[in-house]
């Protein structure tokens, strides 16, 4: 399982783990230390280990199977239970074991792994957060229309950090802004007239989806990127919905206000993996979201 799939599974978890050991339970934490050749998983990924549960992955199989194994050993022997409030840590055994990636696991990835485990409990969580907080990456969604309302659902277990814009102040629906629907305040809906004012606020490196209501407040999003990108060049992706006839037209009234070829290719349209049919609000949302996964930094191949 590829690195970016599991750090989408990960994002889940830790609410989960952060719940577990506030209610007193204690975990033992199995991190993958050191690689050396072709593993399962990156050095940095983990999982928690509780008594009769377990949430993350260090890439399955066989040396899974042993590293839980070898997690529910380390909890019984030590019987550590979670830190009361303004106590210690229970994280005071740390332990590293060395694995090779055999016939011996029944696994042929050929290399060898080094993993540490160490117990935790609810003292621990503030550290735990800043240790295993995974990266989000900074998204700028234009419209609350059908599809971006599908878009935002889907996006939900992704790594990105989402600005929901839109001109009319009631376009969101209320479940989605008020309820945290995403961890870790992933999800801003923001009201912005004129909506383009609000490209000018976008953290370096975000990436930009535009599909408001209208093809006017589109183009004026585009121009403003566009704006952007000539100044300071620092938006990865610029997705606009709709056609290929809707983009040439675009595309020459921009050149008409003075870009260049090179600029206008800055701009994705139509936006959407290609191969997947249908106009679906749904459809298009789980094809978005893939072509903004495809953006992300590569990714080593799984072993």
């Known amino acids: 399982m590829g690195t970016l799939r599991m750090e989408v599974a990960e994002l889940r978890s830790l609410e989960d783990v952060w ?32 008594a009769d549960q ?8 066989h040396l899974e199977h042993q590293a839980i194994a070898q997690a529910r050993r380390i909890l019984a022997a030590r019987a550590a239970p979670a830190a009361p409030s303004g106590a210690g840590s229970a994280s005071d055994v740390p332990l590293s074991l060395h694995y090779a990636l055999g016939p011996a696991l029944g696994q042929c990835c050929g ?11 609810a003292a621990d969580i503030p550290a735990l957060k800043l240790r295993l907080a995974p990266r989000r ?22 790594p990105f950090a989402v600005r929901w814009f839109d001109s009319r102040e009631d376009a969101f629906p209320a479940r989605s ?26 953290a370096p490196g975000t990436r930009v989806l535009i599909m408001s209501f209208s093809h006017a407040e589109d183009f004026a999003l585009v121009h403003a990127c566009l704006r952007r990108q000539r100044a300071q060049g620092d938006l990865p992706f610029i997705g606009l919905i709709g056609s290929r006839t809707k983009w040439a037209t675009f595309a020459s009234r921009l050149r008409a206000r003075g870009f260049a070829e090179h600029e206008l290719a800055h701009i994705t349209c139509p936006i959407g993996i290609p191969g997947i049919r249908g106009k679906e609000p ?14 992300l930094a590569p990714q080593s191949p799984a072993a």
């Open 137 to 158: 990456h900074p998204l700028a969604l234009f419209g609350a229309g059908h599809v971006g309302r599908a878009l935002v659902q889907v996006l939900a277990p992704l």
């Open 282 to 295: 749904a459809v298009i949302a789980v094809a978005v979201a893939a072509q903004l996964l495809q953006t």
């Open 177 to 202: 802004c008020d309820a945290q629907m995403l961890p870790g305040e992933a999800l801003r809906c923001e009201h912005s007239d004129p909506v383009h004012g609000a490209v000018a606020s976008l």
């Open 54 to 61: 377990v949430f993350g992955s260090i890439g399955g199989g």
């Open 19 to 50: 719940s577990a050991l506030t209610a007193g339970h204690a975990a033992c934490m199995v991190r993958v230390e050191s690689i050396q050749g072709s593993a399962p998983r990156e050095a940095g990924a983990w999982m928690m280990v509780f």
């Open 111 to 121: 290399g060898a792994v080094e993993l540490g485990f160490a117990l935790v409990g």
